[in-house]
């Protein structure tokens, strides 16, 4: 039997970060991964195709509604779509492999099989072919991650009732697609194949899209999604479906009214659930939650203390940096060193067109805590950069604690935001003023100077 400091099971973005990293520092360690590909939900079927295909198909829109404005003539701009799920995969071909060379350079075994947990300090390994291999690991890391919700009435069928997996690889454009659910997934996959020409509406039952997002932020995005073409039904809760030859029919109620929606396809994008099923998590004594997320206490210790969990399947927002930064604090608890996460500053982002990023607290949380504040807003319309750049949707709001100045929450719905808010995070993590971002000297002309006048607005008080 081989015998490891440390064996990892999963290598999402939580699981490949935690053995390399734990490779670096000298232990043995194997990585257990179920799929051929290393990487996880994140790099093969999330974050990375999702993003490819957010890029090619902002591309494609804007050559078709705004080269003519900017003096581009370029006549039968069309699709090729295998061509685009193509430069797709071979982006996540591409860092499949950079996974693998990391896992080289920092000497990490990589079984290829489902591991599950036999004793505190072993994980039985099965491959494809049916095959079992016991390792005994000193520390043992959980990083399986999550799988989409089903709801009960819309089961996934893989053809006309999908998940984002699904959603991530059509093979051609859908005339029409319903989406359940107005989160991350939703407007992000609703994005791609609205720019690419279906019809594409949104039921969400809560009373706005983005959930947990800034207010503000939440009603810009859907008006700006509205003017692009998708439609949106708020507090809308789908009952139940019926599948015909060419399409799906949808039952919804919305306020108190029935509604009866039809689409060629459904993407089912309500959520996603910690994925802990053949773990063995009870033969160990690991024990779940109500929620079903693996408990830990701060050390990310489960209740065995050399079993450890991160990532999805622990408690917090299913966010791969989230993952990632556990994945370096828990290595570095398991050497002996103090590795901890901020969760209070983890940056949130939807990759629509404009972007919506948060950091920290809300209008509302802020207020909620009882704590009195400033707000500070800018509009990229009033920016140089914003203008040259075709690019003027949307405004940056700095939250401040009135008294200290202290930032306390960043909002941002523009272009770009996803790269503009690392300023924000950065500034909190040093417990930053909105002063000290105000009298930061930004590049001009860039977008970037836009959170910095908002910071101006939120300490000055205009
Ligand atoms: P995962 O990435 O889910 O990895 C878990 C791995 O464990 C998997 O490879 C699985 O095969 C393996 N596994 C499970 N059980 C076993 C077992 N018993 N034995 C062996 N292997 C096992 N997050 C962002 O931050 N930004 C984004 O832009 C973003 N976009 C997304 C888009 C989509 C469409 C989806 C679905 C998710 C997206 N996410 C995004 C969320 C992100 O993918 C997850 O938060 C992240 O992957 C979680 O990392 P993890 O390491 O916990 O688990
Ligand atoms: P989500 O939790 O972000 O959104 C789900 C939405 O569905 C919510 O608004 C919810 O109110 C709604 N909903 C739930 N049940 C419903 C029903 N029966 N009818 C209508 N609406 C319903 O989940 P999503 O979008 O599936 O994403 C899953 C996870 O993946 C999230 O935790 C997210 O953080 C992560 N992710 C992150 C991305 C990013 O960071 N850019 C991109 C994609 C996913």
């Known amino acids: 039997m081989s015998s490891y400091d440390l064996i990892v099971i999963g290598s999402g973005p939580g699981g490949y970060v935690a053995a390399s990293t734990a490779g670096s520092f000298g232990l043995k360690v194997a990585c257990v991964e179920k799929s051929k590909p290393l990487g996880g939900t994140c790099l093969n079927i999330g974050c990375i195709p999702s993003k490819a295909l957010l890029v090619s198909s902002e591309h494609y829109h804007f050559a078709k509604e705004r080269f003519a404005a900017h003096g581009i003539v370029a006549k039968d701009i069309s699709l090729d779509l295998p061509a685009m799920m193509k430069r797709k995969s071979d982006v996540v071909t591409q860092l499949n492999k950079g996974v693998e060379f990391l896992f080289k350079k920092n000497k990490v075994d990589r079984y290829e099989g489902t591991g599950s947990l036999t004793s505190a300090n072993t994980v039985e390994v099965t491959d494809a072919n049916g095959k079992k291999t016991v390792l005994e690991g000193k520390n043992i890391l959980l990083a399986t991650g999550s799988v989409s919700v089903e709801l009960p009435f819309l089961k996934f069928d893989g053809d006309r009732i999908v998940s984002s997996t699904e959603a991530l690889s059509f093979d051609k454009v859908p005339k029409s697609l319903l989406v359940v659910g107005a989160g991350a997934i939703g407007l992000e996959l609703g994005s791609v194949w609205s720019r690419l020409g279906a019809e594409v509406t949104v039921v969400e039952f809560l009373p706005n899209i983005a959930t947990g997002f800034d207010q503000d932020v939440a009603s810009n995005l859907q008006r700006v999604l509205e003017r692009q073409g998708i439609k949106f039904y708020l507090n809308t809760k789908v009952t139940a479906a019926k599948t015909g030859k060419n399409s799906v029919t949808l039952t919804a109620t919305q306020d108190g009214k029935e509604l009866s929606l039809e689409a060629e396809k459904v993407l089912v994008a309500v959520g996603r659930k910690p994925y802990t099923e053949g773990l063995g998590?009870?033969?160990a004594g690991v024990k779940l939650s109500d929620k079903g997320r693996v408990v830990v206490n701060n050390t990310w210790q489960t209740s065995v203390p050399n079993i450890y969990a991160i990532g999805d399947i622990i408690d917090g927002p299913m966010l791969a940096h989230k993952a990632e930064a556990e994945a370096v604090a828990v290595v570095e608890r398991i050497v002996g060193k103090a590795g901890q996460v901020n969760y209070n500053?983890?940056?949130?982002?939807?990759?629509?067109?404009?972007?919506?990023?948060?950091v920290g607290l809300t209008e509302k949380q802020a207020k909620d805590q009882g704590i009195e504040i400033k707000v500070g807003k800018y509009n990229f319309m009033a920016n140089g950069r914003a203008l040259a750049n075709d690019a003027k949707d949307g405004f940056v709001k700095i939250i401040t604690n009135a008294k200290t100045d202290r930032v306390l929450g960043a909002?941002?719905?523009?272009?770009n935001a996803s790269e503009l808010i690392a300023e924000c995070a950065l500034l909190q993590e040093f417990s930053g003023s909105a002063e000290d971002l105000a009298r930061?000297?930004?590049?001009h002309p860039t977008l970037a100077e836009v959170t910095k006048e908002a910071a101006h607005a939120a300490s000055s008080g205009h």
């Open 345 to 358: 500053v983890i940056p949130g982002v939807i990759y629509t067109s404009p972007e919506a990023a948060v």
């Open 281 to 283: 998590l009870e033969k």
């Open 440 to 443: 930061t000297i930004h590049a």
């Open 411 to 415: 909002h941002i719905l523009g272009h």
